[in-house]
């Protein structure tokens, strides 16, 4: 089992700007995330991810840093986060940093420097180059829209920066950057933060000599994830970090790595390897996208069956190998309950049964803010309500391409990342108690009836639901540590699998849709003596175990005879 605490605990994501604004601006802070530690704790979290909250021009909300060692100004100052931390820690919490290694802000004293000239010390910590026929170094597109390259006319070069232009991608080749990296990691760790979140961590390495990707349609630019994701070199300098700075410390730490499989994955998070703890995987999250190659917003409805098979390869082949970090949702992707379940009909059945899924998975679960109370995506009205900058440069590029109106605001509406980043919502008083001011982006319209307070009075809420889940989770060894095996592989809508560890066994039900579907209990389970440990429906005193009709999004978790 190899028992460890980050595979036990329960991780919370905090999105400052939108988690709770105690200074009165508009904006979260965090002496705002401060005064909900007690909210958090009582839900049962171990520990908070917390989103960038270093100095930043905020281009995209703090995963532009210009300074890591100092604290964004709209979110405080170090003193609060001391306070936050120590705060934390005295609740028996602890806080996991979120660190952008692959790029810096366009405004870091390093990158000012490096752009100053050709000969100056700093020009290497960044990717310039020359451009080519007239045009940029290579055919690679940014994830958010465009090419990879920026041209700078001081010195007439490109640098390349694999997101927005104001995110200029760090030189990892140059050893003075890692130095710089790990010394900045280093300090983080002295003042007590407890594991970080490496963002993009799959991209700090690039093909040598930054090839052109195939390109058979000569577009512009074209998609060449292949070229700058999870390269060998990316795992030498994990176990470089690892053996020379996190190694030293008892903290967790996870990766964001897109494009790669389990099997991939173990070369980050396999016992032996010294790099990761885990790994945030991305297959899921690709299912209702035409391919990963044509990019999220070309959208296709998703199937159980392929969800199936992604996490029950992700659950067989890192058991006894690795660990999963599970999510449904995060501040990069639309709300769970509007893509997995159903906001219309279902929206507190749907959310609890998505809620069964994530926390009685092998992994530890990661709960995105607002998600325990099952906040819906908010279906803006128009551009105008957008803030992010991947959505607003896809809007942009669309319009240019000639693309109507309606149909992008569809993949905005389905996948924009402003879907998870409206305000927390606190209670029903304005702006959902989360600011005295308006917000910097606009609280979603049913804030009335989905809020915290309200969640907290009602026994059936989802937020009393997940409380249960997670406090289930740490009452039962098997929940954490138990061998997953999926059930009905082939069953269009009933999604179930065992976990066994020892001599506990338990037995999940999730429908994931709204029709009535029959489970049939496995032959080789015996129903005399299961217990259920929690259900979105009460049982009802008639019913068949043996053969047992599902209601709409029902899920239901028993605790069998071994
Ligand atoms: C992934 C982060 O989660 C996302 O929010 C950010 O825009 C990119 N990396 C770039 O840092």
Redesign the pocket.
């Known amino acids: 089992m190899n028992p460890k605490w980050w595979k036990e605990s329960v991780v919370y994501q905090i999105y400052p700007i939108s988690f709770k604004d105690a200074s009165g601006d508009g904006i979260g802070d965090l002496r705002g995330v401060t005064s909900k530690l007690d909210y958090l704790k009582d839900l049962g979290v171990d520990v908070i991810w917390l989103c960038p909250i270093y100095k930043s021009p905020n281009h995209?909300?703090g995963?532009?840093i210009s300074d890591y060692c100092d604290i964004q100004p709209e979110y405080g100052t170090m003193e609060d986060f001391d306070r936050l931390l120590r705060e934390a820690h005295s609740r028996g919490m602890k806080i996991m940093m979120d660190l952008?290694l692959?790029?810096t802000s366009n405004e870091h004293p390093w990158f000012i420097e490096s752009k100053s000239s050709e000969d100056n010390p700093k020009r290497d910590y960044y990717i310039w180059r020359k451009g080519k026929n007239g045009g940029p170094p290579n055919n690679w597109e940014s994830?958010f829209s465009g090419s990879v390259w920026e041209y700078d006319s001081t010195t007439d070069s490109y640098y390349l920066h694999l997101?927005a232009k104001q995110?200029p991608d760090l030189n990892w080749d140059n050893q003075a950057v890692v130095d710089e990296l790990h010394d900045m990691i280093h300090w983080w760790l002295k003042k007590g933060v407890d594991g970080f979140r490496f963002?993009?961590i799959a991209h700090i390495v690039k093909a040598q000599g930054l090839p052109d990707a195939d390109n058979p349609n000569r577009l512009p630019t074209v998609r060449a994830y292949q070229l700058f994701s999870n390269l060998d070199k990316v795992h030498t300098l994990l176990q470089n970090l690892h053996d020379q700075v996190l190694f030293h410390y008892d903290i967790m730490t996870v990766g964001?790595t897109s494009g790669l499989g389990p099997h991939q994955a173990l070369d980050y998070v396999g016992d032996t390897r010294r790099e990761l703890n885990m790994v945030f995987q991305f297959e899921h999250m690709y299912l209702d996208a035409e391919s990963p190659g044509s990019g999220k917003w070309n959208i296709k409805p998703w199937n159980l069956l392929e969800l199936k098979k992604v996490m029950s390869e992700w659950q067989t082949v890192l058991h006894n190998q690795g660990w999963n970090a599970n999510y449904l949702e995060?501040?990069?992707q639309p709300r769970s309950v509007s893509r997995f379940g159903n906001d219309l009909n279902y929206r507190v059945e749907s959310a609890k049964m998505l809620a069964t899924f994530l926390l009685t998975l092998e992994g530890t679960p990661y709960i995105f803010q607002g998600q325990e109370i099952g906040m819906t995506n908010p279906s803006f009205a128009s551009i105008e309500d957008y803030r992010d900058?991947?959505t607003l440069n896809f809007y942009h590029d669309m319009r240019e391409k000639g693309m109507p109106e309606e149909s992008i605001m569809k993949a905005i509406r389905k996948k924009s990342?402003d879907n998870a980043r409206t305000p927390m919502q606190w209670d029903n008083s304005e702006n959902a108690g989360f600011s005295k001011a308006q917000p910097w982006i606009n609280v979603n319209s049913n804030y009335m009836e989905v809020n915290v307070a309200a969640a907290q009075k009602d026994p059936n809420s989802i937020y009393n639901y997940y409380k249960e889940l997670i406090a289930l989770r740490k009452k039962y060894k098997v929940i954490v540590y138990g061998e997953y095996k999926l059930l009905l592989p082939l069953d269009p809508e009933i999604y179930a699998y065992t976990r066994t560890c020892e001599d506990e066994r338990l037995l999940v039900i999730l429908n994931f849709f709204d029709k009535q579907p029959v489970f049939e209990w496995p032959r080789e389970i015996n129903p005399e003596g299961a217990k259920l440990l929690i259900s979105n429906y009460k049982p009802s005193s008639n019913e068949n175990v043996n053969k047992l009709t599902l209601r709409p999004y029902e899920s239901r978790v028993y605790l069998l005879d071994s």
Request: avoid cysteine.
């Open positions: 995209d909300n995963y532009d952008v692959n790029h994830y997101y995110q963002d993009a964001e995060n501040h990069d900058v991947e990342r």
